[in-house]
């Protein structure tokens, strides 16, 4: 998975923590706290932990237990980046926590070694048209041990869910769709792929939760995040959508952001199976 995340570096780190702290990219709207209430003693990996948002919401539910928690990510700034975060609970006689930079999709621990392997919004960043959900499945399967859990949550339909009346916009739109390089659609393949991977069908789960946005502050702070994300993204469009239809559809899109009657929505789903 080396190179295949573009939207890295500190700029990058910090609006993730901003943006992780914002009303509809809380993790408590995503799951369960019940989810993540682990036994005494347990070991948890947060794969591609980014700036480490699911691994903070593991360790806040589980504060008072011994537990050993794992973040893999591919970026090694970004777990320099993550050890500063989290120094105050390295502090703690009970908390346990190590940082591996390597592939999601291939790990580098034994098989049937931990409780738990979560993992948030990594999914809609897999190449198309590939096995990378797959292999994040099956190697998740591997390392757990029986009765182990996998969570994963992720989105859909992002950047694509825009209530627009610009067929301009809307054209690109669907143009960008046809040949975007990414697998936007991937989670909602999971349960299917957990259950060909060796988890138990009775205990695959898949829930949906909408994401709107609609007031006139909640549009202006999606057009920040989005002018910043068009930022890092441009380069990559450019070679896979060309560079003038690129310019355009930034250009409309936070045009659109702007307007009064503008909505923005996308799903996000939580899928999670059992060894």
Known sequence: MKNEYILSGETENLRLDRQN???HYLIDDEI????VIFPENSKILDVACGTGAFSEYVLKHN?????????????????????????????????????TCDDARKLPYRSNNFNAVVNRYLVHHFPRNDNSSQKLVKEAHRVLKPNGKLIVIDVIDILFGIGTTNTELRGLLDELRAVMPLDLYGSLRLPRIMAQNGF??????????????????????????????FSLLEKSMNQFFGFEKTKRIKELFLSELLKDGTILYWTKTLTIGVK
Do not use: G, Q
């Open 63 to 99: 504060i008072n237990k011994n537990i050993h928690l794992e973040m893999l990510d591919n970026d090694n700034s970004r777990l320099e980046y993550l050890k500063k975060k989290l120094s105050e609970y390295e502090k703690l006689d009970n908390i346990k926590l190590s940082f």
């Open 200 to 229: 138990k069908t009775e205990n695959i789960s898949f829930e949906v939760r909408p994401c709107l946005f609609a007031k006139k502050n909640e549009l202006l702070s999606e057009y920040e995040e989005w002018k910043h994300r």
């Open 21 to 23: 702290s914002k009303p």
């Open 32 to 35: 369960s706290y019940k989810d």
